[in-house]
């Protein structure tokens, strides 16, 4: 056979493998990579969607939790994973908008090395802080934050996540003088707070909701635009003197690039059948998620407008990760 139809022979038997891989897919339980450690929004949102995911699939999920550097070890790990629908990982603002900015080097592109599957919702951060702590919103914690001026520490999932330039972005507009403590994930900051050992923490609602209604932490103040139904309570930033301010992640899934479409396709159609499921809707929504369900397309232009607004956000603090 002459070098030619070698070549093409060989593209005609790759391409019909792929297409008998994604008719039979799954064949397998799914990966899926949580970029933190248990005990934070990561584990509430892939806890709250992969079983039914699953039911839809027909296989089950299982739920890889990976914290540390950032979330960029479990983004590394994903990008470099086989591109065959079974790895999958809960992408954050922090993972791709953030990091695409603040790190120096990166092992893999945050761009060019993931396949969106499709946006789960968006939702706000809330800074809390441990019970005794005397100050109850922000302006009271920024007055405090001087009266102590160095000793007022704040709990967050991570250099770089989304918990922590929240609290960045505060400082710029109040002035306030806190400290970071980067954990490996908000769980172990946040039980860090409620014991008192740090006075202050920073998470997204979905993960905090408990611990505000058990009153083992104190909230400060919510990062929404308005209220939210997960904490009607709990004032916004906006409303306790800092208007315009706001601080919400947004939450999707992604593939290694290089994905077959039909196997995103499928994934992505799931996904958004199962946050149609009323127990998963009531799950989110009821603690502060607000849903934005879509096709990959919308995730990658969100990821796209999101990672250059947060450029700036990130140069304008001097933050950098070499």
């Not at 709250?48 to 039911?55: A, F, K, Q």
């Not at 954990?183 to 008192?196: C, E, L, Q, S, V």
Request: net charge positive; aromatic share 6%.
């Amino acid at each position: 056979m002459r070098p030619g139809l070698k070549v093409f022979a060989a593209v005609l038997l790759a391409t019909a493998a792929a297409c008998a891989g994604a008719q039979n897919y799954p064949s397998k339980p799914i990966r899926m990579v949580v970029p933190f450690a248990p005990g934070g929004t990561g584990e509430f949102l892939s806890r709250s969607i992969t079983p039914r995911m699953g039911e839809l699939l027909g296989q089950q999920f299982i739920v890889d939790f990976r914290g540390g550097a950032g979330t960029t070890l479990a983004a590394g790990l994903v990008a470099n994973a086989p591109a065959d629908g079974y790895t999958t990982f809960i992408q954050t603002l922090t993972s791709h908008a953030i990091n695409d900015t603040l790190y120096t080097r990166l092992s893999y592109n945050t761009r060019r090395d993931f396949a969106p599957i499709g946006l789960i919702g968006v939702i706000p951060i809330v800074l809390g802080a441990h019970p005794s702590l005397p100050a109850r919103n922000p302006k009271e914690l920024v007055a405090l934050s001087h009266a102590r001026k160095g000793s007022l520490n704040f709990g967050s999932a991570g250099i770089g996540t989304s918990s922590h330039f929240a609290v960045e972005l505060f400082k710029l507009v109040s002035k306030a003088d806190l400290t970071h403590i980067p954990y490996k994930g908000a769980g172990p900051a946040t039980i860090d707070a409620m014991a008192g050992f740090i006075p202050l923490v920073v998470d997204a609602i979905t993960s905090m909701k408990p611990h505000l209604d058990g009153g083992k932490i104190k909230g400060i103040a919510i990062g929404s635009a308005q209220r939210s139904e997960g904490a009607p309570n709990l004032a916004t930033f906006a409303e306790s003197g800092y208007p315009g301010f706001e601080a919400s992640s947004w939450w999707g899934i992604l593939a290694p690039a290089r994905t077959p479409v039909a196997m995103v396709t499928r994934l992505n159609s799931e996904l958004n059948r199962a946050m149609e499921d009323s127990g998963v809707r009531t799950r989110l929504v009821s603690h502060g998620t607000t849903i934005t369900a879509g096709p990959p397309a919308k995730a990658t232009e969100l990821l796209e407008s999101e990672t250059e607004k947060w450029a700036k956000v990130v140069k304008a603090t001097g933050a950098r990760v070499d």
